[in-house]
């Protein structure tokens, strides 16, 4: 089901000309990690955001707002497509927790620093390793060290 979700955003942001850039699990899979996903995350520039919420308003389980959770202080949509739970963030002003300084750092997301990788059947523009693994050590959850080992052992 997770290629269908990934159709679907993909379809509706290019439809509409929107540049996204797809991160977390889904772009360290594209990278080497081999877990299961749990979601698809990616983000779009903000000023794209609202016209995003809207073309997928049908499929919304988590309204679009400003949430501070899981180490993230973010802006950030949750459509739910055919069972996948795809979660769409505002670029502008992300922060993530980094636990080593035990502060909020600000998450520059640079549409210009992207690989396209081929994923879940799609060209799918990714979060560039190092960036992805910038973040994930500072987030540092389990599931990020998971995945920045795989990233390492898979480079």
């Not at 439809?15 to 990616?42: M, Q, T, V, W």
């Not at 707002?65 to 459509?79: C, I, K, S």
Request: charged letters at 25%; a negative charge; glycine letters at 10%.
């Amino acid at each position: 089901m997770h290629e269908v979700a990934a159709k679907w955003i993909l379809e509706l942001l290019r439809d509409r000309g929107i540049p996204c850039l797809f991160c977390g699990g889904l772009a360290a899979k594209g990278y080497g990690s081999e877990r299961d996903l749990n979601d698809i995350d990616l983000f779009v520039p903000g000023t794209y955001f609202p016209e995003v919420v809207q073309a997928g308003q049908e499929f919304i389980s988590k309204p679009a707002a400003h949430y501070r959770e899981e180490g993230w202080d973010l802006t950030y949509v949750q459509f739910k497509y055919e069972g996948v739970k795809v979660e769409v963030g505002n670029a502008d002003g992300v922060r993530i927790f980094d636990v080593a300084s035990q502060v909020w750092i600000t998450l520059n997301i640079d549409f210009s620093r992207y690989e396209t990788v081929g994923l879940l059947g799609q060209a799918l523009p990714l979060m560039l390793r190092e960036d992805l693994v910038r973040y994930k050590a500072a987030l540092s959850r389990p599931v990020d060290i998971a995945d920045i080992r795989a990233i390492r052992e898979g480079a």
